[in-house]
């Protein structure tokens, strides 16, 4: 997943009252000039949590003295001394955020927390200040009025047209009882969202399932129970723990044997933030989805989806709605044949008991085994994380687009675990530097991301500094890091939307790297994960940790027969969470939710994807794709995205698969080019036509292949 891309930008107000003054800044600030590291790598050996603060609130008051002098120039507007000039503004503020932000979703702590408390309503004031500017914005209207007179290329024309809409959608023609409006709902969307973070990442380190008698923990492995000790260690407490993965079924319940513990597990995850304590998420959900209704009353739109899809590929949520709704019929039949099939074998074993959501992943493996003869402990050895790393991840790359990568020991990191690689391209030189932090820990969100410490753009003079964060079980002490098949497909997933980053040309920040519509922004992601079972790929990295033997042929087949194994499952999981997204953001104005679970229910009924046995891969409340990372009524971007990485690498295919020409024309048309264009245009000239279904269809099995 890539977050928002758009830093919250502009202006300071007073500190909100907590008790505590924050520091002054002063010139030595690690944040007061462009680190000296290389590509200013963020230098973490001399960051402390008191630095951020002073640097943010000054970051924000120069920001707004650089806006007021473009704003106020006598001279009349010219692309160089608006656009180009605001492209430039606020950059003590970009280099002190960028780095809070990706410390407050990686590796937060109480001080840090309070602080987001405190600055996010005030970033918010900021952007506010900026975008509801009316003197500056008459200065970009009027470019975007001239544009095409005023000589400028065409990605020029674009980035005017972008920060035209960028006003516009940020209420600049509003009135000003309604602007006044705007900035308080802004305000509080802010403050809420910061406290569903918060109260979230404490819900999901509350919820861990704690186990004092290993017997209830009987078919896991020896591995995963010695990390489940040391998870248990780190907490202080006796026995054994499995933390929470922020999405609704946990790993584990795959190999637990034990019935009652895969329903404890299930029903701390499902419940985790509904416990009528202080992490409980419901009035803060409930209060968000409202006042985004109001934001969308006040900018002429029905509903807060039909604001936010406006402005991507799908354009309208009845687009979005139906591509989800039309995967509802062949997705539930292929479910309920998966779960006849699971039925079938707890009858066989006298089980006595109808299959429940906490039994689905523990028989899935069950049937997987029967029907493949696969086992996941099989698998696993062949997985170790430094192998698909360097051999995989990094391999495909270099095939591809010519990429090679050096490790750093020598640039401080934010924690111990975190590693660093130089990143080199095809002619040899020095080209970005990327990060990775794979594993869990309580001070972490759950999921998997992407996202930037600097971007890279010429107009700035800045190299990409890039960084991928996932939640992969770490291995207790001198054990290896050794991987499921779906902790691989992410590496390679996260990788994807790092070579988007790391791979762009374009001069403008606005537009560089990931700066696309959400629906598009997955698409090069997704496309990457197709290069994981590529077979000159993954002979290359799946080797046995022990042996570095090649995974015997006979178990790659099985992996490639089981690849449309569960799709009933997984699909109707995802599409229950999209529409149940939908079903929040196309709300229109009118009283809050009555109460979240009913709501719930009722939509997945209306939207017949309510199946008992599967629940949404997220319920509403623990939903953080939605109420806190950028994805309200946008988690169908998966999906949409989806359709263009199958057909995308159906053109690979179609032309040689995994060559350096390949990874040239699909670099030089959709990875460089940031968001330079229209997506819809963009991917019509590289595929040569719009984008079909059935490739999806068939990789996911819901369609017979030809």
Known sequence: MAPLRRLAIAAAAVLVGCGRAPMKFTPDNPFAAASPLQYQAPPFDKIHDGDYQPAIEEGMRQQLAEIHAIATDTAAPTFDNTIVAMEKSGALLRRAAKVFFALTQSNTDDTLQQIQTEEAPKLAAHNDAIYLNDTLFRRVKSLYDRRAGLGLDSVQQFLVTRYYKDFVRSGALLSDSDKAKLRDLNKEEASLTTEFQKRLLAATRDGALHVTDSTALAGLSPAELAAAHEAAATRKVTGWVLPLQNTTQQPAQAELSDRATRQRLFEASTTRAEKGDSNDTRQIIVRLAQLRADKARLFGFPSWAAYVLDDQMAKTPASAIKLLTDLVPATTAKAAREQGDMQALIDAQHGGFKLQPWDWQYYAEQVRKAKYALDESQTKPYFQLDTVLQDGVFYAANQLYGLTFKERHDIPVYQPDVRVFEVFGPDGKSMALWYCDYFKRDAKSGGAWEDTFVDGAGLLGTHPVVFNVANFTKPAPGQPALLTWDNVTTMFHEFGHALHAMLTTVPYPRLAGTNVPTDFVEFPSQFNENWALYPGVFAHYAKHYQTGAPMPQALVDKIKRAKTFNQGFETAEYVAAALLDMAWHTRPVGPQVANVDSFETAALQGYHIAVPAIPPRYRSTYFAHIWSSGYSANYYAYMWAEVLDHDAFAWFTEHGGLTRANGKRF????????????????????????????????????????
């Not at 990875?671 to 330079?676: D, F, M, V």
């Not at 264009?677 to 991917?683: E, P, R, S």
């Open 667 to 706: 670099e030089d048309m959709i990875l460089s080019r940031g968001g330079t264009g229209d997506m819809a245009v963009m991917y019509r000239q590289f595929r040569g036509r719009d984008p079909s279904v059935e490739p999806l269809l068939e990789a996911r099995g819901l369609v017979t292949t030809k």
